[in-house]
């Protein structure tokens, strides 16, 4: 086993460690100190070896809390984002000197997930962050909390790591959180059964399913998230290890091929960033229902999707806008980009590709989704 994650770490260039609020702090006293410091020595030794690093780093809200001595939860949403205006400049300032001591520079990055939407934007983002790692600066990414409502929110910061991994296009991301790894069962409630799984191959929704999403009291994700982090990760090619993050020298052991935490493998065949972009950064304005030709000419032939394939139309969207098409049981085998809007594929549904310009008037494409802006579900392609 060992061998295996010698093998997953031996190339790595480029990390991207995403470390949760509940390894930072400790309940309610705020930053630990002496974490950023361990964590930082490891990464000082990393940058050393030329393996750029890159943080997704939360803990805002609990400094937050910590520094104005507020115990006990926190009541709503604008509290917790004045904790997050508060903490985020401790955390820097903490990472900050923890880093100087190797004389490495930190970046600041505060987002939201309207800002990956957009594609320039996101194209922007990843200009800055190729700057940051070519300059030797350690960026350190966070939720832009005192602007993020829900529907610009990430959600949680494992699903920003694993954003950002794809932007960076990282060879591992590392998500170092306050247990050990992923466990057969919660080891919360069942403390004399829970077995730690120490590899896993594929991300299938068995494994999703056992997962609690129960979260840390400082923190969002719970393990559900930590497992679809990885699963989309690893859909794009990227292996991921959930490794205990208040372990002194995890980064090193885990660049030293020892076996901490889960590793999650890479797929074999992966999405290209376009297309893990569409698929997991983008959000559905609707959706399409195909009858099971068009399923099959997509998922199994890798067409892409025509007007007569399309049996309902659902929502109301604009041409570019991504809609998921589903099978006549409404399960998602496909999200794209679409050509035409709802309200033309209203009159064009089920229609042979030769009427639409008689019944529209122009026929700007033939496809309603073309390939290329396409995220198969299952097929990677
Ligand atoms: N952005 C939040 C913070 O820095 C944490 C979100 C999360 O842990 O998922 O406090």
Partial sequence: MEGE??????????VLIKIGSGVLTTSDAGIDLDIIQNLADDIGELSCRGIQCVLVSSGAIASGKGRLGIKGPLKNLPQKQAAAAVGQSILMDSYSRAFARHGLIVAQMLLTMSDLVDRHRYLNIRNTL????????????????TVSVEEIKFGDNDNLASMMASVMEAELLINLTNTEGLYD??????????????LVREVTDEI????????????????????????????????????PGKRKG?????????????????????MSSKKFWIAFTLRSRGKLYLDDGAVAAIVEKGKSL??????????????????????SKGAAVAKGL???????????????????????????????????????SGTKK
């Fill in 208 to 243: 999703e399913a056992f997962t609690s999403d129960e979260a840390d009291p400082l923190g969002t994700g719970g393990m559900k998230s930590k497992v679809m982090a990885a699963r989309k990760v690893t859909s794009f090619g990227i292996p991921c290890i959930i490794a």
């Fill in 306 to 327: 025509l007007p007569s394939g399309i049996m309902r139309v659902e929502g109301a969207f604009s041409t570019g806008d991504p809609v998921t098409c589903v099978d």
């Fill in 130 to 145: 190729t700057t940051l790692m070519e300059w030797k600066v350690i960026p350190i990414i966070n939720e832009n909390d």
């Fill in 338 to 376: 679409v050509n035409y809007s709802s309200e033309d594929l209203e009159k064009i549904k089920g229609l042979k590709t030769s009427r639409i310009e008689q019944v529209l008037g122009s026929k700007p494409y033939d496809e309603v989704i073309h390939r290329d802006n396409m995220a198969v």
């Fill in 5 to 14: 994650r010698k093998q997953v770490v031996r190339k790595v260039r480029r």
């Fill in 250 to 270: 995890i980064l090193a052991d885990i660049f030293a091929g020892k076996e901490r935490g889960t590793l999650f493998l890479p797929s074999k065949s992966h």
């Fill in 185 to 198: 069962c919660n080891p919360r409630l069942f403390p004399d059964r829970a077995r730690l799984i120490p």
